[in-house]
């Protein structure tokens, strides 16, 4: 089935993934009304927003001309009867399953009919989202990647009763968008990629409470190894370019002895019941009073700024 134009757009929600969508939405031209529950988190949405646009601007990711045309596209609003004027709308509020679903009962019956609506949900399946809607065929999960003004992925997962059509609309407007939308046929816990991260994350986390290396060490492997040509040299190409009949021998040998456990792993479970919760306490795996995660932050943004930057010249 073909895909439905969609040349108006809807956000409900100014958190943290809200606004950067927003700049994805406006810099491709669609107008977007940004939807906020309070006068308050719509100024902060909006605020998030101009930020994301100058840190564009400001590392010539985008013109000042597109920054303003981009600016022209924005509508911000309290009204969520606002969704009911767009042709998609994404649902990007707090990642709790039963608020979810509420508001996507709420969504559908201020929206049209033919309305898509997408969750931008980082982990919970749209077909549980979706299983209050009248007409849950029309939802979809559409998961941005954190920071969404930077990052190209875009999940688009089928829910058990989506249909092709709603599937093909998300992943046409992703790519409107400029965004690089991978479609997941199977609504699992964790989508496409977070299901690859977490079992990376899972290792990293073994082979710290193994002692088989520092967490610096591990981050250095990801970091200056795999990570480094991930961009253009997949896991799966990579298998090929060598040869399935060694992948075999390697898998056989290594398998065996990584971490395999369907729990969370012991060391980040004791970490947890201690108190040090990352960052956010000051200590984790890290200790944060003598780093800064912001540089850090920092340092992720302008790297992927520029990987941005090498996309747009791309397109």
């Known amino acids: 089935m073909s895909a439905r134009s969609v040349e108006r757009v809807a956000i409900a929600g100014t958190g943290q993934m809200g606004p950067g969508i927003a700049v994805a939405t406006t810099l491709a031209g669609l107008p977007t009304v940004l939807i906020g529950r309070t006068e308050a988190s719509v100024a902060r949405g909006l605020a998030a927003y101009e930020a994301a646009i100058e840190f564009l601007t400001d590392h010539e990711a985008a013109t000042t001309a597109q920054a303003q045309a981009a600016r022209g596209c924005l509508t911000p609003s309290t009204d969520l009867h606002r969704a009911g004027e767009a042709d998609l709308v994404v649902e990007s509020i707090v990642e709790n399953l039963p608020i979810k679903q509420a508001f996507m009962v709420e969504l559908e019956g201020v929206c049209a009919p033919d309305t898509v609506i997408t969750s931008n949900t980082s ?3 749209i077909t549980d989202i979706a299983a209050n809607m009248e007409r849950p065929e029309r939802a979809v999960t559409t998961h ?41 046929r199977k609504d699992l816990p964790g989508q496409v990629c ?3 991260f977490q079992a990376v994350i899972r290792e990293a986390i073994y082979m710290v409470q193994e002692g088989i290396a520092s967490p610096e060490g591990v981050e250095t492997a990801i970091k200056a190894g795999m990570g480094l040509r991930f961009p253009v040299w997949g896991p799966l190409e990579h298998l090929d370019a060598v040869g399935l009949d060694l992948g075999v021998q390697v898998q056989s040998t290594v398998l065996p002895s990584l971490c395999a456990s369907p729990e969370p792993g012991q060391l980040l479970r004791d970490l947890v019941a201690s108190g040090n919760l990352g ?23 302008l790297f992927l700024v520029e990987r941005y930057k090498e996309q747009r010249r791309s397109r």
Not at 152 to 174: K, N, S, W, Y
Request: aromatic share 10%; charged share 25%; with cysteine.
């Open 194 to 196: 977070n299901r690859l």
């Open 123 to 125: 982990g919970l399946r």
């Open 144 to 184: 941005f990647w954190n920071p969404a003004h930077l990052m190209p992925l875009v999940e688009v997962i089928q829910g058990e009763r989506t249909t092709e059509d709603t599937v093909q609309t998300a992943f046409q407007f992703c790519l409107r968008c400029g965004k690089r939308p991978v479609i997941g």
């Open 279 to 301: 960052a956010k306490t000051g200590h984790g795996f890290y200790d944060w009073t003598t780093r800064s995660i912001d540089e850090l932050k920092r340092t992720r943004d």
